[in-house]
């Protein structure tokens, strides 16, 4: 079955330092892939997608470039903050289930001043 | 501002004691779905209403159950709860069910069962 696996953490990082978050998947269709950010203590927000290969999806500085050759949608950001701090979970939609999210285990960041 | 809304933000129940959670939204979106978080994991899918269609997964539990009166309203409830039903519990929504549609997660409702 489809299935999405991320970097594990925690990973720390210095304030401005250069994130990458690796995410690969397993999919029998075509899927739409998705970061979601889960900050403590709140449901899970949208940060960006992609819906077909080599599309980018980018918000708040983060980027991730859905790779169909590698089957990865790596999240990156040049330079984090520490309101950057939280889970980011990988996920994908396949079309040929529904819609039905599955998200990779979540990969937890926390950025030092 | 359209959003998810999910009542109460903490539970506590007893073991064995039936709970309703409770989500509703203003998106006026066809699709609402319950997942299960336990901590430090991904969220699971539990089911999915598309308009009044049920959808369940084949892995949860005959203790979960699922009401949708109406467009903008989704009960979960929990005839029996065990103490491994201690988790988040989030709603979502999406316009339609297709792969490419974003689904807008409510703030969750933290269950804890005694």
């Known amino acids: 079955g489809d299935s999405v696996t991320q970097m594990e953490g925690p990973v720390t990082l210095s304030e401005e330092a250069f994130l990458t978050i690796n995410c690969t998947y397993t999919a029998t269709g075509y899927p739409s892939l998705f970061w979601y950010v889960q900050y403590p203590g709140e449901g899970l927000q949208l940060l960006l997608k992609?819906?077909?290969?080599?599309d980018k999806g980018s918000n708040k500085g983060f980027e991730a470039t859905y790779r169909k050759e590698t089957t990865s949608f790596h999240l990156e950001k040049g330079s984090v903050q520490v309101s950057d701090s939280a889970v980011y979970f990988c996920a994908l939609s396949d079309p040929n289930q529904g819609g039905k999210l599955i998200f990779g285990q979540g990969t937890e960041l926390s950025v030092k001043p | 501002d359209a959003m998810v809304i999910q009542n109460p933000r903490y539970q506590v129940t007893q073991f064995g004691k039936p709970v309703t959670l409770s989500c509703s939204q203003t998106?006026?979106?066809?699709?609402m779905y319950w997942y299960q978080q336990k901590s430090s994991q991904a969220p699971k899918l539990l089911f999915h209403y598309y308009d009044k269609d049920f959808n369940n997964e084949a892995d949860t539990p005959d203790n979960f159950q699922s009401r949708r009166p109406n467009t903008s309203f989704c009960f979960l409830d929990i005839r029996s709860p065990g103490l491994g039903d201690a988790a988040m519990y989030l709603c979502a929504t999406s316009r339609v069910a297709g792969g490419g549609e974003t689904q807008y997660f409510g703030p969750g409702t933290r269950l804890l069962v005694l």
């Open positions: 998106l006026n979106h066809n699709v």
């Open positions: 992609a819906t077909k290969a080599d």
